[in-house]
């Protein structure tokens, strides 16, 4: 998406302006973002939506790559990131993030309109893999799925993959039972 077509709060037009904009229909909201209303509503218009809320030397993750990558109609909340840095770093955060660790590594991440966002197979897995202490990353989980079926087999081999870790049975059950539901 052209950098033109991006409307952040506070720079070229005021909260107020964009707002009342809104009510007349110009514009509409993605993320922390306006857009034109006729704009289309792609990965690069997400991406480029939260650019403003993820820290320097941070790449998107979890439920926040798994709505740039088309899962919900809403962000979450709060962003979710990784550094992407070499070396540990205390981010300077404007916005309300969750930090996870370990880093984003180069194969795991993707640049989309000047983010580093996860792959849709990394951000799978980390939802997964989480989804048994965190009950929301099964709904963005869920959420990708639906926009990326084909995304469910490499899931199922990846985590039947790995050596014992904490979440993988959880994981292994919850992508086992989204497959019964959809095939019924």
């Known amino acids: 998406m052209h950098p ?30 306006y857009v034109p209303a006729d704009a289309v509503e792609g990965v690069d218009a997400r991406a480029a939506s939260v650019a403003a809320g993820i820290p320097d030397r941070m790449g998107a993750c979890g439920p926040t790559a798994a709505w740039i990558h088309g899962a919900g109609l809403l962000p979450p909340p709060v962003h979710h990131v990784r550094r992407i840095a070499e070396g540990r770093f205390r981010p300077g955060v404007a916005h309300a993030v969750i930090v996870h660790e370990p880093a984003l590594e180069p194969p795991d991440g993707v640049q989309i309109s000047g983010v580093v966002v996860a792959t849709p ?54 992508l086992r039972a989204d497959q019964e539901v959809v095939t019924r």
Do not use: C, I
């Not at 639906?146 to 490499?154: F, H, I, Q, Y």
């Open 121 to 174: 197979l990394f951000t799978g897995l980390e939802l997964a893999l989480g989804a048994s202490t965190h009950p929301v990353y099964a709904t963005w989980l869920r959420r990708l799925l639906e926009v990326m079926p084909s995304l469910r087999d490499d899931l199922r081999d990846r985590v039947g993959s790995l050596p014992r870790r904490p979440g993988r049975a959880q994981a292994r059950a919850l």
């Open 4 to 33: 033109a077509l991006l409307y952040l709060p506070g720079t070229r037009l005021s909260l107020p302006e964009l707002t009342a904009a809104r009510l007349d229909g110009h514009v509409v909201e993605l993320g922390d973002a």
